[in-house]
């Protein structure tokens, strides 16, 4: 880290009391597929020491503390009391009947040793029927599903599944994250404008309440917090961001920031820190897993394209530099190609152009592993979202924006896209939350400008 400076401490409220990480804390996963799978077995080895926790910041990650020049350095899970990954228990719900085991199996993203190693537990973990559609995943067929008719009923059979489990494990705390396959894209509604409709909508099972709506209407009327891993509009309304203010529950979202749109969101600020032009941003996937199987449907496909899509003219602000960035070409493919399986392939193709016009061009090609990057952040998210929830952070958790394509923010602010902007809001807020000062890397209390 370079410099910093003290924010005044009259400039933001007092560090909350943060309720301490006892008992257990049950996780709530909506889909049991690769992204599913992966974490728990990887959860599981890292309890028995198989395993290492790479790509997780609050397992691995650290944060400076005052000066530069005090040298103090703590590791996230020093600073602030996250719950430990002994505490958590697993419960999911998927449409297809398989238990973990057989899931991880199938996914094909760890290797079956690996999966071995872990069996007897993936073993114990069997979903849930689920609260299905397949009117929203088309590609998705699966018998492993809830009959009840209304949407009353079908978020009811939720918390049922929801309290029975907690009382089961005796949890004293859940959370609920979003790892099921992308929904259609859904055309704006009245529903989602305000809490009264929404709720009009529910009685009268109204076709634009999707499923994820469902399990988080379900979680967040529990005060449990939800996470949306997924491009889904999900809680991305004004109507269940005020159902989550009024339970006092933590919302975060939404879609993953994994491989293409992680490389995305670090050289877009490379490229406009330094002044120089875009004129297009070209980028393609391959991919072979149930994600990318669910993507070929084109409603599916728009919901991720959004997602995709709104990360450059959020990072380069065309209207502040119309002759750099006001005319972009920026398009984004995905591919389904099943001997790919997993390991996903972006390709980018990046035209810039610098000093006088002159063009230059930048290529990159990520062969990634979709679910072994996107399980870390999944556990950062639910560890963070239960922290948020015991410091008493109700709705929109903006400093998780670091994890996100599509971040959620306040009416009438726009996402802030740069990941190091959104690594710098994620620790201060966590210098925030252990009472410590936030820091704006000004660093002028080293140097003798002015004497």
Request: aromatic residues 8%; charged residues 20%; proline residues 7%.
């Amino acid at each position: 880290m370079s410099s910093g400076e003290h924010v005044p401490q009259g400039s933001r409220p007092s560090p909350p009391q943060i309720a301490p990480a006892d008992g257990q804390l049950a996780v709530f996963c909506v889909g049991l597929g690769a992204v599913g799978t992966t974490l728990i077995a990887g959860v599981e080895s890292i309890r028995g020491g198989s395993g290492r926790p790479i790509g997780s910041l609050s397992q691995l990650g650290t944060v400076r503390l005052g000066r530069r020049d005090e040298q103090r350095v703590t590791r996230i899970g020093d600073l602030v009391p996250l719950a430990s990954l002994h505490q958590l228990d697993f419960c999911a719900w998927d449409p297809f009947p398989d238990d973990a085991f057989v899931a991880a199996s199938r996914a094909g993203v760890l290797d079956q040793p690996s999966i071995e190693r872990v069996g007897a537990y993936l073993r114990t973990i069997r979903p849930l029927p689920a609260v299905f559609d397949p009117s929203y995943v088309t590609q998705v067929h699966g018998d492993n599903t809830r009959p009840e008719d209304t949407h009353r009923q079908r978020v009811e059979v939720i918390r049922a599944d929801i309290m029975t489990f907690m009382e089961a494990k005796g949890s004293a705390r859940g959370v609920m994250v979003w790892c099921g396959s992308t929904e259609a894209l859904l055309p704006d509604h009245e529903a989602y404008h305000s809490l009264e409709a929404f709720e009009a909508a529910l009685d009268r099972s109204d076709r634009a309440i999707a499923p994820s709506m469902l399990y988080a209407y379900a979680a967040l009327g529990l005060g449990i917090p939800y996470v949306n891993c997924s491009p889904n509009l999900s809680i991305d309304t004004p109507a269940l961001t005020r159902y989550a203010a009024e339970h006092s529950a933590a919302i975060a979202g939404k879609d993953l920031k994994t491989g293409q749109t992680m490389v995305k969101t670090v050289l877009a600020p490379m490229i406009k820190a330094r002044l120089l032009g875009l004129s297009g941003w070209y980028s393609t996937n391959i991919l072979g897993n149930r994600d990318g199987e669910v993507l070929q449907d084109p409603d599916s496909f728009r919901a991720k394209e959004q997602s995709k899509l709104g990360v450059l003219e959020g990072i380069m602000q065309p209207e502040l530099y119309p002759e750099l960035y006001g005319d972009i070409e920026h398009q984004v493919s995905i591919n389904y190609y099943p001997p790919r399986g997993d390991n996903k392939e972006g390709w980018d193709n990046i035209d810039i152009f610098g000093w006088l016009g002159y063009p230059m061009q930048l290529k990159v090609n990520f062969l990634c592993r979709d679910s072994i990057l996107a399980a870390p952040l999944v556990l950062d998210l639910l560890l963070f979202a239960d922290l948020a929830q015991r410091a008493g952070m109700r709705g929109i958790q903006e400093w998780l924006s670091f994890y996100f394509k599509s971040p959620q923010c306040a009416p009438g602010v726009y996402p802030e896209h740069d990941l190091f902007i959104q690594l710098t809001k994620l620790k201060n807020t966590l210098r925030f939350l252990a009472g410590e000062e936030p820091i704006t890397h000004l660093g002028l209390e080293y140097y003798d400008y002015f004497s």
